[in-house]
């Protein structure tokens, strides 16, 4: 699995998530983090979801051909989030 385009603090964030081997232990995490911090771990944890299901469903499309509907909509569902995350860049750097 590959995030691409993240900045160092999300690098951070995301390493610190790869090292939570329980549900319990990346609720703990979320605790110590500031509002701010919070929703970016957890909006990495989505992008991170989302990325496993697209290799695993691209994994398993490989196996029995292509599907161009599906392709769409998991274009569709990214697309929307990297929008949704500029939209988050551009209300950061009007907050700095």
């Known amino acids: 699995m ?3 385009g993240l900045t160092q603090e999300q690098i951070e964030i995301c390493d610190i998530l790869w090292t ?8 703990e995490f979320l ?3 500031d ?3 919070r929703k970016i771990a ?3 944890v989505r992008c991170i979801m ?5 290799d695993t469903q691209m994994a398993q499309l490989d ?5 161009p509907d599906a392709e769409r909509l998991l274009n569709k569902i990214m697309n929307n989030m990297n929008r949704n995350d500029e939209d988050d860049d ?3 750097k009007d907050y700095d």
Not at 20 to 27: G, L
Not at 50 to 54: G, K, N, S, V
């Open 50 to 54: 989302y990325e496993e299901i697209e």
């Open 35 to 37: 509002e701010r911090q």
């Open 63 to 67: 196996a029995v051909g292509r599907y």
């Open 90 to 92: 551009r209300e950061r």
């Open 42 to 44: 957890q909006v990495l």
């Open 2 to 4: 590959r995030l691409e």
């Open 20 to 27: 939570c081997e329980s549900v319990e232990e990346y609720y």
């Open 31 to 33: 605790e110590v983090l």
